[in-house]
């Protein structure tokens, strides 16, 4: 006979099988358990087709990575515990000491402190390219090159490159590339499928569902999507080894925002292109730097990439007049009252962060060409009328003196 605390852990109640509701179930585990034997030793944890360790996936996670690699039009998908583990873990799949790799100058901040840092103590160097200049790229792939990143746009300054030149670049010389898929989230472009019925896209899509897929500004969470099974096991071979594995609540949170991505990706792109137009009016602004705004850097590409009508997110930087101090600048900020002083975008929450860009750029490419001083806006779901006033009354505090 067994006493009621060991029957609580053992107890034989199976609830029936063939539930069915809107949601999936979420299934958390460490463990998980094997009915013999001989099943513990057959099991493999690199094909979907059975369970063996909470590290290596449960029913919710495949769930999610299966959705994902939907969305993006890609065919395999791994999940980590945020978007810059995503980028960490295609590099530490791909490189190894005298490799190179090759950023934008415009790249996710921390994916560049990651290859000054880590990587270069593990003998991998890499260079920086000018993003809108694909011949820059191209002189720059040398022998060591075994990786290209490209974003689009640029983070923070929102640059829009020749995705489909930069690719091509990559393909004729053999080199992997790997997107940032983080702005279009699959919904404003396809990366693997950059010209229609070329067959041209790139390698590896990598997404912050951190940003519009979790779109509650409460999880944090990566995707690295690809088409080709051995490019896949190569990536899932290091996943396992550094054991980046993503809980089943988080991995829950994201399939339940996810059947309305779509929805506020269209709402974040409205409310942010009308903010953009109107400050582009302001005297105080020098430039709007928004890729669906004619005379924004790449314009041209975002509309041959996502259409006349295409999509664009919820985000756009402003470069002030350079008349205005860095001090006068951050009183604007301060004074903001919906817009929150906060990192990362994609949430319900209107948020600004003032950058520094220079510090941020190569010397030697000389592409930020500006003096006055970024602000970056990331439009929430708030009214945009109720947005526009907040930031016609912190535009006050420009003028006062300091
Ligand atoms: C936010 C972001 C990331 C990193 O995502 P985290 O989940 O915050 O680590 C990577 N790339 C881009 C372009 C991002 O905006």
């Keep these: 006979m067994s006493k009621p605390v060991t029957d609580l852990i053992h107890h034989p109640y199976v609830p029936p099988a063939g539930f069915h509701a809107p949601q999936p179930g979420v299934f958390k585990a460490s463990t998980v358990i094997f009915a013999n034997v001989a099943a513990m030793r057959a099991r493999d944890w690199k094909h979907k087709n059975g369970y063996t360790y909470g590290l290596h ?27 810059l583990a995503a980028i960490a873990n295609v590099g530490m799949a791909l490189l190894k000491a005298g490799d190179e790799v ?40 040398g022998p060591k090159t075994r990786l290209v990143w490209v974003e689009a ?28 898929n983080t702005w279009g989230a699959g919904l404003a472009f396809r990366g693997f499928d950059l010209v229609p019925g070329e067959g041209l896209g790139v390698d590896i899509s990598v997404q912050a569902l951190t940003k519009y897929p979790s779109g509650g500004g409460d999880v944090l969470m990566g995707s690295i999507v690809t088409r080709d099974e051995k490019l896949h096991q190569r990536i899932k071979l290091t996943h396992m080894r550094v054991g ?28 942010a292109r009308q903010l953009a137009q109107w400050l582009a009016t302001r005297p105080e602004v020098a430039q709007v730097l928004h890729p669906a705004l004619p005379g924004s850097p790449g314009h041209a590409h975002w509309q041959a990439l996502c ?10 930087s402003i470069v002030f007049d350079p008349r205005f101090a860095t001090q006068q600048v951050d009183a604007f900020c301060d004074a903001l009252a919906l817009f929150k002083l906060g990192y990362s975008w994609g949430g319900p929450l209107s948020l600004v962060v003032p950058y520094d860009i220079p510090a941020m750029r190569s010397a030697q490419l000389a592409t930020w060409p500006h003096k006055g001083v970024l602000v970056r806006f990331s439009v929430g779901l708030e009214d945009a009328q109720d947005l526009q006033a907040d930031i016609a009354q912190a535009l006050e505090a420009l003028q006062r003196p300091g």
């Design 57 to 83: 996936g449960t029913p919710t996670t495949f769930l999610l990575e299966e959705r994902i690699a939907a969305l993006e039009g890609g065919t395999q998908c791994i999940l980590v515990p945020s978007g």
């Design 153 to 180: 746009p640029g983070s923070v300054t929102m640059e829009f490159p020749d995705l489909a030149a930069l690719v091509r670049i990559c393909r004729a010389r053999g080199v992997t590339c790997a997107l940032d």
């Design 244 to 271: 980046w594995g993503v809980g089943g609540n988080d991995a829950e949170a994201v399939l339940r925002s996810l059947p309305s991505v779509a929805l506020r990706y269209r709402a974040h792109d409205a409310a």
């Design 307 to 316: 259409g006349e009508q295409g999509l664009a997110a919820g985000l756009f």
């Design 102 to 141: 090759l950023l934008p100058d415009n790249v996710y901040g921390p994916s560049r402190a990651l290859a000054d840092g880590e990587f270069a103590a593990w003998g991998i160097t890499h260079q920086l390219y000018d993003p809108l200049k694909p011949q820059d790229l191209e002189a720059r792939i």
